[in-house]
């Protein structure tokens, strides 16, 4: 038991190490600086670790398949190491550092998917509805903590002291190597996940013969329309606090990035909490709560309507976000589990990604900007949320039946 409780606390460690790839946003200014006219090269260092995860992702769904998961993490912060410490110790042209930072979009994708498949197996039973939402607890503190490091260390005025920060994963990765769960060679683990599974099938979760299940499906539908309009308070907030509304400076837009990500952490802590109390409605709840909270700084038009929407909005989001990796991690097992985490982690890559193209788009039919961006994603959630029902009630009662 012992074993397998420092099993699930290395795993979550490695959880936090996930977003590393975000040092990338606070160094970008200091990176046009020291690469000048090449801007147009240099903003590829902001979205290609993106795509990298969504890649990574994707891919996960084969390579977690074929190769030992174990290995796969141990990989994975290997490569983001040795890719951030190019960048901080060797003096390179800046397609390098463009390669290096995409490399350290790998762990978003990788480790963001084979995490949830092995809390699933190694947590004691009490504890698998509340493991998952500490997962993304950890990736979205992890994220906070590189941010603010990287600005602190990158105060030099060197955008490469910024990846001093990837030196944290160091002791990670030694953790891992040592302690990380070798679930799919660990006979005793692999029996437990064999059982649970043929349990579950019994139960009727894999009612389909072992075929993907219709409730996952749903669920990922769900998180891939709403990612697309949840990403809009992040690609304009500022913008809208800055230029648009002149509410604020860019500071008040960074300290409400940073509440935003306290809220979102915490959120992931409690999401078992919030299941429990709102049962089928749960998901339900969180995407409409998320969709009215975007509306608060249009309707305000004020600072604190700014803040309360951010904090709010980001509270709700990862409500959901952590949600359904619950729900899906609780009514899939074995391959099908590995699955649906990895396609899970790449619609996370993909709604930002979709989200710069179809959301202008839509606010633009109903004049455009960052604030109408803001409110119209919020709308949307709101309708989602409405349909969300119809895709939990079922999937509630499969995973909980009548326990909650």
């Not at 090449?38 to 994707?58: D, G, K, N, R, W």
């Not at 990837?166 to 070798?182: D, E, H, K, R």
């Not at 929407?309 to 990796?325: E, R």
Request: include cysteine; charged fraction near 10%; aromatic fraction near 10%.
């Amino acid at each position: 038991m012992k074993s397998r409780g420092l099993g699930v606390a290395v795993t979550l460690i490695s959880s936090f190490t996930a977003w590393i790839y975000c040092i990338a946003v606070v160094v970008l200014g200091l990176i046009y600086q020291a690469y000048p006219g090449q801007e147009h090269v240099a903003i590829l260092i902001s979205t290609l670790p993106t795509i990298m995860m969504m890649i990574a992702a994707f891919a996960s769904t084969v390579i977690l398949r074929v190769f030992n998961r174990k290995l796969v993490v141990i990989v994975s912060l290997a490569i983001a190491i040795v890719a951030g410490l190019l960048i901080l110790l060797v003096d390179m042209p800046l397609m390098g550092v463009v390669v290096c930072s995409t490399l350290l979009g790998i762990p978003g994708g990788t480790i963001a998917s084979a995490n949830p498949t092995v809390l699933a197996i190694v947590a004691p039973p009490a504890l698998k509805d509340k493991v998952l939402g500490w997962h993304n607890a950890l990736m979205m503190l992890g994220m906070s903590i590189f941010t603010l490091l990287g600005g602190v260390f990158a105060e030099t005025g060197r955008f490469q002291d910024g990846y001093k920060t990837v030196l944290l994963l160091v002791p990670v990765l030694i953790l891992a190597v040592l302690f990380y769960p070798n679930v799919d060679k660990n006979r005793n683990l692999a029996a437990a996940a064999e059982m649970e599974e043929a349990n579950q099938q019994t139960q009727g979760k894999e009612a389909s013969g072992g075929k993907f299940p219709k409730v996952a499906v749903g669920m990922l539908l769900l998180y891939l329309v709403g990612a697309v309009f949840w990403n809009a308070w992040f690609m304009n907030y500022s913008d809208y606090i800055v230029n648009e509304a002149q509410l604020g400076t860019t500071a008040m837009a960074g300290v409400i990035g940073s509440l935003c990500s306290i809220a979102g952490t915490i959120s992931g802590f409690v999401v078992a909490f919030w299941i429990k109390a709102t049962r089928k409605f749960s998901m339900s709840l969180a995407f409409i709560l998320c969709g009215v909270s975007m509306l608060l700084p249009q309707l305000t038009q004020s600072a604190i309507g700014c803040y309360a929407g951010g904090i709010l909005c980001q509270f709700f989001n990862l409500i959901v976000v952590s949600g359904l990796t619950t729900y899906l991690g609780l009514a899939t097992t074995g391959k099908n589990a590995t699955t649906a985490m990895s396609l899970l982690a790449g619609i996370e890559g993909s709604g930002v990604f979709l989200c710069g193209y179809i959301v202008p788009v839509v606010g633009n039919l109903f004049g455009g900007g960052a604030g109408m961006n803001i409110m119209i994603s919020g709308i949307v959630l709101v309708v989602i949320g409405v349909a969300a029902y119809f895709v939990i009630k079922p999937t509630h009662e499969l995973v909980y039946g009548g326990k909650k």
